[in-house]
């Protein structure tokens, strides 16, 4: 099912628990939460305290995104934070099978994400242990950036590869999704659209009727 996961790295977080609550009240299902370490990203986010205050408001599936260095030191702490999902990156991992098995016993969902540059040969081994693969669309640590439009052939190869396989795993991009372009990234085989500066910048409700209206 396609599904608009709006990224809260854009929200104002002087007021998140009250945007977050309105984007649930229009049909929001997915919260995207992207966790930067200052080190595999050049940004710091947020970490463990915010995950923890909205999720007593929140009932979306948190879907975390790690761009943190060596994330299996982590993961256990993220999923006892609340999220629903973690997606780790796998140039973060020393051994991304490893780390993958570690998110599954923790009982939560699991994704990989791959940074614009990296090859989806990564995934030849581990596509069938994941749910979830993100297609980084702008390179990882800032929201507002152009969407790469050489991604659209890597959204489709990947889900010709899963088709063949015969797995239904979910593909989400993330970086410079708008309106005017989703309807291009769910044509070429995405089905989780990350939308940070054009979900929260300027009027909430309408962004996401817009999104919703391509869905
Ligand atoms: C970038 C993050 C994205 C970011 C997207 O490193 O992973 O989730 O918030 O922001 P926009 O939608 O503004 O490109
Ligand atoms: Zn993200």
């Known amino acids: 099912m396609n599904c608009l996961a709006p990224s809260?790295?854009?929200?104002?977080?002087?007021?998140?628990?009250?945007?977050?609550?309105?984007?649930?009240?229009?049909?929001?299902?997915?919260?995207?939460?992207?966790?930067?370490?200052?080190?595999?990203?050049?940004?710091?986010?947020l970490g463990f305290p915010v995950?923890?205050?909205?999720?007593?408001?929140?009932?979306?599936?948190?879907d975390v995104h790690l761009m943190i260095k060596e994330p299996e030191r982590?993961?256990?702490?993220?999923?006892?934070?609340?999220?629903?999902?973690?997606?780790?990156?796998?140039?973060?991992?020393?051994?991304?099978?490893?780390?993958?098995?570690?998110?599954?016993?923790?009982g939560v969902k699991c994704g990989v994400a791959l940074n614009p540059a990296t090859p989806?040969?990564?995934?030849?081994?581990?596509?069938?242990?994941?749910?979830?693969?993100?297609?980084?669309?702008?390179n990882p640590g800032f929201g507002g950036q152009s969407f790469i439009p050489a991604m659209y052939e890597k959204i489709?190869?990947?889900?010709?590869?899963?088709?063949?396989?015969?797995?239904?795993?979910?593909i989400e991009v993330d970086g410079g999704i708008k309106a005017s372009n989703a309807e291009r990234a769910l044509r070429a085989g995405a089905n989780v659209l990350v939308a940070g500066s054009a979900v929260f910048e300027g009027d909430i409700e309408k962004n996401i009727k817009e999104f919703q209206r391509v869905l």
């Open 74 to 106: 982590y993961v256990e702490r993220f999923a006892e934070s609340g999220a629903d999902m973690i997606t780790v990156h796998a140039e973060a991992c020393l051994h991304l099978h490893r780390t993958i098995g570690q998110i599954r016993q923790l």
């Open 51 to 62: 995950i923890e205050s909205i999720r007593k408001k929140i009932n979306m599936v948190f």
């Open 156 to 170: 489709k190869t990947l889900r010709k590869q899963i088709t063949e396989k015969g797995l239904n795993t979910d």
């Open 8 to 45: 809260i790295l854009s929200a104002d977080f002087s007021r998140l628990g009250e945007d977050l609550s309105l984007a649930e009240r229009n049909g929001i299902t997915m919260l995207h939460i992207d966790v930067m370490d200052g080190m595999f990203v050049p940004s710091i986010s």
């Open 120 to 138: 989806l040969s990564v995934l030849d081994y581990v596509l069938e242990d994941v749910d979830m693969v993100l297609l980084m669309t702008v």
